[in-house]
């Protein structure tokens, strides 16, 4: 005799409920001599964006070399 857990119903998740997955957003694009902010290094401005998705930020007093997505990094 073989035993078989009991099935489980699944119930759909409703859109406003607090356990629905987030949607997933498109990554954000950033150009040359687009203005950011950053949440430790403040406000600069995008001198260049590098094919491995990289971008190279002027925060005034620092040049900082940032791999993208970073969810520290906005776009303004």
Request: aromatic share 6%.
């Amino acid at each position: 005799m073989i035993v078989r857990p009991p099935r489980v119903a699944v119930r759909p998740l409703l859109p406003t409920s607090p356990f629905a997955p987030a949607p997933v957003l498109p990554p954000e694009q950033f150009a040359a001599q687009d203005r950011v902010t950053h949440d430790k290094y403040g406000l600069g401005r995008v001198t260049s964006v590098e094919a491995d998705a990289s971008l190279i930020v002027d925060f005034g007093s620092c040049r900082v070399r940032i791999v993208t997505p970073c969810t520290k990094l906005t776009k303004l």
